[in-house]
């Protein structure tokens, strides 16, 4: 795999592949949203996998938003990169600090012209320990664009620091209603060595997906790469050669955790 010239990632029919098809590497499935998704997908194949695409959630945004409510907030909360794009569709304003849950989060608000800009680098409680440590209450609420589910209560790790969090709904995390033929097809050829899970509601997702094709038997010889044990325990209805959980709920280490799964 290594010393190869890879070419830019293309993607066919949910399949991505080096242009020069010439890779051989562990074949690897993605389920993360198609907007999350294109800086991973490259550093994969950059380091030799071949990828196969089922987004497991679908970003819907709202036609007819409800306005912004902004009115004495000292920050903005963002705990997911799509709480990025769905301020920045409704609001211009960038003067306000963003403060990230992670990396990938706040690079994206680096991208949209943020300046002010605090990451976490882990999930919703290391965002909560970086609030408490560098925002003061009584300077102003802190406005958090979210999803209509969320994955943690970030009121609640902050209700004693008398934070007060104006939470609004701005987008919806749609779960897939299918997979697409090709994972179907290598799944139940048992082709894919490793499918990388960024998410509770992705493992769910998937979980109910491999039921309805009846493709429980299809796993016993790929890898679970899970963000977090939360990830990982919605899985375990599943058998799986082998589930690895990364260090730190970032990127960077369930990208470490892939490599391990392979040494």
Not at 54 to 70: S, T, V, Y
Not at 182 to 211: G, N
């Amino acid at each position: 795999m290594a010393g190869q010239t890879l070419s830019r990632p293309s993607r066919v029919n949910g399949a991505i592949w080096n242009i020069s098809g010439e890779t051989m590497g562990p074949l690897i499935l993605n389920t993360r949203p198609e907007a999350d998704s294109q800086e991973l997908e490259t550093t994969l194949l950059q380091r030799g996998y071949r990828l196969l695409s089922a987004p497991m959630l679908r970003i819907e945004f709202p036609k007819n938003p409800d306005q912004l409510d902004l009115a004495d907030v000292q920050a903005l909360i963002f705990t997911s990169a799509n709480g990025v794009r769905a301020f920045t569709r409704q609001c211009d304003d960038r003067r306000y600090p963003a403060l990230c849950v992670g990396d990938a989060t706040a690079r994206t608000a680096q991208q949209a012209g943020f300046n002010d800009i605090r990451s976490a680098n882990g999930d919703i409680h290391d965002l909560a320990r970086l609030i408490k440590d560098q925002i003061d209450p009584t300077n102003g609420a802190l406005f958090h664009p979210a999803a209509r589910k969320v994955a943690g209560d970030l009121g609640s790790l902050l209700r004693d620091g008398n934070f007060d969090i104006r939470r609004q709904t701005m987008y919806d995390a749609v779960p897939s209603d299918c997979l697409p033929n090709e994972v179907v097809s290598a799944i139940s050829a048992h082709h894919i060595d490793a499918v990388l899970f960024f998410s509770p509601r992705t493992a769910e997702s998937f979980v109910k997906l491999i039921e309805r094709h009846k493709l429980q038997k299809d796993l016993v010889g790929t890898r679970a790469i899970c963000l977090s044990s939360a990830v990982q325990d919605r899985l375990s209805v599943l058998t799986w050669l082998k589930t690895e959980v990364a260090k730190h709920p970032t990127q960077e280490y369930l990208l470490s955790a892939l490599e391990n799964a392979f040494a």
